[in-house]
């Protein structure tokens, strides 16, 4: 406790009845008691506070990557090509604006009347 032995204890505790008095050491003491007991409380809910938040960062980190695969997972299946579900036309008379493609859906072709 901070290099501190019994003799210097001793010492600490002479020198303080003599300077405080025999009256007024009792209330000192407990008074430096209950200083010492709330700043050890404070300290051990600050402790526990830190943990709690470090365990949370950790549980965050695990969900994001949860998160992160899932939406990985679900634009490989949204980016999967459809066959025969739409076609791209470029028009060839340049009547789309900035030469976008136009997206349409395939038509299926008139049938013939022979079957």
Same mark, same amino acid.
């Given at each position: 406790?901070?290099?501190?032995g019994?003799?210097?204890?001793?010492v600490?505790?002479?020198?303080?009845l003599?300077?405080?008095?025999?009256?007024k050491?009792?209330?000192? =003491?407990?008074?430096l008691?209950r200083?010492? %007991?709330e700043?050890? *409380?404070?300290?051990?809910?600050?402790? #526990?506070? $830190?943990?709690?938040?470090?365990?949370? =960062?950790d549980?965050?980190?695990?969900?994001? %990557?949860?998160?992160e *695969?899932?939406?990985?997972?679900k634009? #490989?299946? $949204?980016?999967?090509?459809?066959?025969?579900?739409?076609?791209?036309?470029?028009?060839?008379?340049?009547?789309?604006?900035?030469?976008?493609?136009?997206?349409?859906?395939?038509?299926?072709?008139?049938?013939?009347?022979?079957?």
């Amino acid at each position: 406790m901070l290099g501190i032995g019994m003799p210097e204890l001793i010492v600490i505790a002479v020198i303080a009845l003599i300077v405080i008095g025999p009256d007024k050491l009792p209330g000192l =003491a407990k008074t430096l008691g209950r200083i010492f %007991g709330e700043l050890k *409380k404070a300290t051990n809910e600050f402790k #526990e506070t $830190m943990e709690v938040e470090s365990k949370m =960062a950790d549980v965050k980190k695990a969900f994001d %990557g949860i998160n992160e *695969k899932d939406l990985i997972d679900k634009s #490989e299946v $949204m980016n999967e090509p459809q066959p025969n579900k739409i076609a791209t036309d470029i028009p060839s008379d340049n009547t789309a604006e900035n030469n976008d493609v136009i997206m349409k859906p395939l038509e299926e072709p008139p049938k013939d009347e022979r079957g």
